[in-house]
């Protein structure tokens, strides 16, 4: 707790819980917490707090002590965080307090929280009034800082109002259990007049020096120190810290020699070195506030104990005496009568030592002074005093802070060839990499992706290289979103990625991005070797062997759609999955992964697609795959076992298994029904007439299961399995039925292709002359939707010159095979050219 009172009193953060809870303040819980936020460990502060409260009973004490604690713990933590993140810890720690005091009735020792709330706000308004005074904030910027003070004042003020009332009440009955005494009431009233000063003071300082407004807030604050040092008893560490706000307030307004007396009042032995150090500090600020260049050195170079070291406050104030230093050499004066008659040297030296003195305070205190540090070295130095890297480091922060990005791009760039030109690559190599995180902050993707593929290849054995090459390409994805002639750089730079950095973490990041880049190009082939260079350990594994299974599905619909050969791709797919499965070793994973699962289920999908004669591996493989599942998701689980019908019903003889186990999943989405009839479809397709029965049995249960909740389906989907139920009645010998349902899907149905192929291929099985010449007549219409000489054009023509042979018009039909096969270019490498020939056989018979 002290480290935390420490570090953070000129936030107002100090701990105020043994007001009210003395035993609380030493407990385990406030040790504990208090250890955490010393070491900046403000999330498992914020967690254990909060799981704390949680199993802790309302009424219990306790539960205020903690809520204190993480209120306080998320202001720390938001003073502490990156500029994005600072304002929803701000709001998080204010929801919390009022979480609290929102309860009815209210709870015993409220106020304890009500006071910790106008704290936060108070370092809320703290921070932007030091962001204020270094620069960071114009003055049309500050309303949110006059905000947040107006409020801390507010909830102070009532506070102050409702225990003047309270106190003289509580010393005349026995407080009620879990209620604060009247002294403890006492010492909270004199910790909320503090802190009231401390908000006008802060209030004061965002007005112009020299103006009214500024004068009559100084001058209130400093009314309400004195009032108070004369109420606090002298053995109470509150006055100590009330003599140093008084000092501080008396060097605002100009009377120094009031300041150093009442800083140096403190500075004894006998009182708490952590007050001592303080009052030095504020003794070095009105040396430097004097322009007393001795003084301020003295006060420097003495007090160099561990201890001093060890203070922020302290170390804080030689920092800005070093800045004092730099300027006033700067300006010609010299510091010291030892310095060298060279003021601009001494300058520049000063300004390094600065440069330095701020990295330590962030490395040793943490970010909210490292950030202090970094807006007062830009406010105190010009950027062409910015001698070194370091410097130009720390005004760039500043400059990027600021929103002034041009300004910090520029010095950015500066600081990188400061530290090039000395050989410092990691710091070279760092400032570059934020003058592209600067472009891409500000929305010049193109830029930001241009500035980090230079870097990367500038500094190709660096350790973050490959990370900053890959950056460089997400940026120029986003440009290509926006303008698709950078869409080409896009894949330019993810190839250089792989050619650069093929086995570098960022490479399989790269190779996915390829792959989706390929795929949405319908570049199938591409896509599968992209994908497939995915290795095992990566993070995107998982989403590379989906996409894998994607692009394959897309490439083999897209050889048989062009009539070409599908068996060796297939076969290529199967043993990819299957060695997916397997591993170099050949052994069945003893834990499935998801990835795993993806691969059992396209490999087994293909099997059954494309080797139905090697049903019983697919069978195989979905059976160990769901053994070894349990905990896998539900759709997994599901597309499996709608697959696994499927390769059981593909077997022969196995029809009535392959029902047992579509019984099973009588329950499944109608996605995964419609799956399996699909499926089965396809397997009966190339099954003998005795097995295509059977399976149209199967089909019939499956849609049956289905249509009990057809209101869950799309309109596509209902109308899939309408053919799909023609279909199996046709194959249980049930034409005239399938027939009929047929012609009213075709007439319902006129712009879908699939109907009308579907109703012309079952009325082209037909024997009768009457169904024979409606085939023709709807072959002939399929024909003429269909673009020309593409596989579904050929097996139109083909299929109206078989229904012409079956009709007896043989001369009709032979000379359209003749015109097909012989008109330029012919038939030559169609998979239709030996059925086209096998027919005009037939005909000129």
Not at 320 to 325: G, P, Q, Y
Not at 540 to 557: D, Q
Not at 770 to 786: E, F, Y
Request: some cysteine; charged content about 25%.
């Amino acid at each position: 707790m002290a480290a935390s009172v420490r570090y953070f009193r000129s936030l107002a953060l100090i701990a105020i819980v043994s007001i009210g809870l003395p035993a609380y303040a030493q407990s385990l819980d406030a040790r504990f917490v208090g250890g955490l936020r010393q070491r900046q460990l403000f999330e498992l502060a914020e967690h254990y707090c909060a799981d704390r409260i949680s199993r802790i009973a309302p009424g219990d004490p306790i539960q205020v002590g903690l809520t204190v604690e993480l209120v306080r713990t998320l202001a720390l933590h938001a003073a502490n965080a990156p500029l994005d993140q600072r304002e929803a810890l701000w709001r998080k720690s204010r929801e919390t307090a009022a979480s609290f005091l929102n309860r009815s009735p209210p709870p015993p020792r409220a106020a304890l929280v009500r006071f910790q709330d106008a704290l936060t706000l108070l370092a809320q308004g703290d921070i932007g009034r030091q962001e204020f005074e270094a620069g960071v904030l114009r003055s049309e910027q500050l309303e949110p800082t006059r905000q947040a003070l107006r409020q801390a004042s507010s909830i102070l003020e009532s506070l102050a109002k409702e225990l003047k009332a309270e106190i003289p009440l509580r010393r005349r009955i026995v407080p009620r259990p879990g209620e604060m005494s009247a002294d403890e009431l006492t010492r909270l009233d004199e910790q909320v007049q503090h802190q009231l000063a401390r908000a006008n003071k802060c209030r004061g300082l965002l007005f112009d020096r020299g103006s009214d407004d500024r004068l009559s807030l100084l001058l209130a604050a400093t009314g309400i120190l004195e009032r108070l040092l004369t109420q606090v008893p002298e053995q109470e560490p509150l006055q100590a810290v009330i003599q140093l706000d008084l000092a501080e307030c008396q060097r605002l307004l100009g009377r120094y020699t009031e300041a150093a007396s009442a800083a140096a009042a403190v500075d004894h032995d006998g009182v708490a070195m952590e007050t001592r150090l303080a009052a030095r500090a504020e003794l070095l600020r009105v040396a430097i506030a004097q322009n007393d260049f001795s003084s301020a050195q003295r006060l420097m170079d003495g007090g160099g104990s561990a201890i001093a070291q060890a203070w922020a406050e302290l170390d804080f104030a030689r920092f800005e005496a070093l800045l004092a230093f730099a300027r006033a050499a700067g300006e010609g004066k010299r510091i010291s009568a030892s310095d060298p008659a060279r003021p601009q040297e001494m300058a520049r030296a000063y300004q390094q030592q600065a440069a330095e003195h701020a990295d330590r305070l962030e490395k040793t205190y943490g970010p909210y002074w490292g950030r202090r540090a970094s807006q007062l070295l830009i406010a105190a130095m010009p950027r062409s005093a910015l001698g070194s890297a370091q410097l130009l480091a720390r005004a760039a922060d500043g400059l990027y802070l600021k929103g002034d990005f041009d300004q910090a791009i520029a010095t950015y760039d500066d600081a990188a060839a400061q530290a090039k030109a000395k050989g410092d690559f990691q710091t070279a190599f760092e400032q570059a990499y934020k003058a592209a995180l600067a472009e891409q902050k500000r929305g010049r993707a193109a830029a930001a992706a241009d500035r980090l593929r230079v870097l990367a290849n500038a500094f190709p054995t660096h350790p973050q290289a490959s990370q900053a090459h890959l950056l460089a390409a997400w940026n120029a994805s986003h440009e290509a979103a926006k303008d698709r002639a950078a869409a080409g750089l896009y894949e330019e730079l993810l190839r250089e990625h792989l050619t650069s950095w093929p086995t570098a973490e960022s490479a399989d990041q790269a190779r996915l991005w390829l792959g989706k880049l390929r795929e949405g190009r319908a570049d199938w082939p591409a896509a599968i070797v992209a994908y497939a260079g995915v290795s095992r350990g990566s993070p995107h594994y998982a989403a590379a062997i989906g996409a894998l299974a994607r692009a394959w599905r897309a490439e083999l619909a897209s050889l048989a759609t062009a009539g070409r050969p599908t068996s060796d791709t297939a076969g290529e797919a199967i043993r990819f999955f299957q060695r997916a499965i397997v591993g170099e070793e050949n052994r069945w994973p003893e834990r499935w992964t998801d990835a795993d699962r993806t691969a059992a289920l396209a490999a087994a999908e293909l099997i059954i697609a494309y080797q139905p004669g090697s049903a019983s591996d697919a069978e195989n493989l979905l059976r160990r795959a769901l053994a070894s599942s349990f905990d896998a998701p539900p759709t997994w689980q599901a597309a499996a076992q709608a697959q696994l019908v499927i390769a059981v019903a593909a077997q022969g003889g196995r029809q009535k298994e392959a029902l047992d186990e579509l019984r099973a999943i009588a329950a499944a989405s109608g996605d995964h029904m419609l799956t399996v009839l699909e499926g089965l479809s396809q397997v009966a397709a190339q099954s003998t007439d005795r097995a295509r029965q059977q399976i149209a049995a199967i089909q019939l249960e499956a849609a049956a299961s289905l249509a009990k909740s057809s209101h869950s389906l799309t309109p596509e989907q209902r109308l899939t399995l309408q053919c799909l139920e023609a279909e199996a009645l046709a194959s249980l010998g049930r034409t005239d039925e399938a027939l009929a349902r047929y012609e009213r899907l075709a007439q319902a149905n006129f712009d879908s292709g699939a109907v009308q192929k579907g109703y012309a291929r079952l009325l082209l099985t037909s024997s009768d002359a009457v169904r024979l010449q409606k085939a023709l007549d709807q072959w002939r219409i399929v024909g003429s939707r269909t673009p020309a000489r593409t596989p579904q054009w050929f097996e139109a023509k083909y299929s109206v010159a078989l229904a012409q042979f079956k009709l007896g018009d043989r001369p009709g039909a032979a000379m359209l095979l003749r015109f097909l096969l012989e008109t330029p270019p012919g038939m030559k490498g169609s998979d239709w050219e030996g059925n086209f020939r096998q027919l005009l056989k037939k005909c000129e018979q």
